[in-house]
């Protein structure tokens, strides 16, 4: 069984129940779940969301209505991750803090993104593909590369990517 | 069942059916697909190519013969993924436009590497792990890093990896 | 079956074992290893590992003990990856060099990051989230970006990241 103890709203959909880890969270409504997910308890989907296959979604992750999350996706909350603590002995729940990702409603997250813990990516907003997002993104601004920068208003990208070469800009 | 109305030719290997979630594609002969790989409906596959584990390859895909895929490739054909339309309504089959990418025979791409929509990875052409690639990339050519850039021919690549510190430059 | 050949001290948990793919290698006492995970024969993980969802360790690859893999790490052991060699005929175990990678004590490797094939990464080092690591990193030290440098001590690390903005320089 690797789906468990999660809240699935009606009409949301995975597509490989065998394929995927989830546990604890939340689905909303109409949502599309892809193959080899992970999310983990206590994250939070919204409505009409899509979650493409190979991504990792880790507590503390909330996701707004009608997001795109793309291919091999990872999200992450602990900024100082270890396996174990200074004394040797196993990290367990209490012995790290987690730092809140919160994504607003349709924003679109690229391929082999990155997402650094705490950050707010805000309504709109589009994460090119490859990007390791460290800061903050406005809304309906669209950032790209490592560390990933704005590079235009995901409405400007949009036309840009109508128009050649600059396309490459707006999605890398 | 998650090897779905796939032509998979003679001598084809996957190493773990129950593993891999590959739907209306075209596995050539002698090719070998790791585990974890998803493989989407219209994507062709040449003979005697290697897919490693983790990659994604989506519709509008096409391998020539003897391809090399590596680990967490990811692959892309929507410029503008969304989850919803303007309306917020889902988005279906015909409400996006698919950008196919086509790799040519012999060529290599290195782990973690991501493929923006519409590109041509030409013959013989080797993609840096962890690289970004979006522009068209010439036969032999050798390319790395976010955006992906030309470092040399893929020859030349071979030679500098043979003496010391540039092998670091090739394949980063 | 998807554990096959294993050497698993007491203590180590997988937490899916219909969603890994591991045989041949060494899980030391108390490790941790998630799902859509490899791990490849002849690979050594030591004790109070974590392995984390969707990462891949290939042959070669020796972990110490304590040892922190983020989520969607890939190693490499091969510079001259190809799925075939140059008469055509598929490549075997004999037609390639497999460069060993070693990770000391203690060091964390964050999520999305890249390891090319023979570096050391010292006991204690932090890799950033989305790097590509070309060369050795040592002891104690962070590295970030593509490729990736060092930024200070993995211990300045930790102080910066408690003190605003340069946190974001720290792990990205």
């Known amino acids: 069984m690797t789906v468990k103890n999660c809240l699935i709203a009606r009409g949301a959909?995975?597509?490989?129940h065998d394929l995927v880890n989830l546990y604890g969270c939340e689905i909303g409504a109409d949502s599309?779940?892809?193959?080899?997910?992970e999310i983990q308890e206590g994250c939070v989907i919204g409505e009409r969301c899509k979650i493409s296959s190979h991504s990792f979604l880790c507590e503390g992750v909330t996701l707004e209505d009608e997001v795109f999350v793309g291919h091999g996706v990872m999200f992450t909350n602990d900024r100082h991750p270890?396996?174990?603590n200074a004394d040797g002995s196993?990290?367990?729940a209490q012995d790290w803090t987690c730092e809140r990702t919160h994504v607003g409603r349709g924003a679109a997250i690229g391929s082999n993104a990155t997402i650094l813990p705490g950050v707010t990516i805000g309504k709109g907003a589009v994460v090119g593909?490859?990007?390791v997002v460290t800061h903050d993104v406005p809304e309906n601004t669209t950032?790209?590369?490592v560390p990933a920068r704005a590079v235009g208003t995901a409405?400007?990208?949009a036309k840009a990517a109508r128009h050649g070469d600059a396309q490459h800009k707006v999605m890398s």
């Open 13 to 16: 959909l995975i597509y490989q």
């Open 32 to 37: 599309r779940i892809g193959p080899f997910v």
């Open 82 to 84: 270890a396996s174990t």
């Open 90 to 92: 196993l990290k367990d």
């Open 129 to 131: 593909a490859g990007a």
């Open 143 to 145: 950032v790209i590369g």
């Open 155 to 157: 409405k400007a990208g």
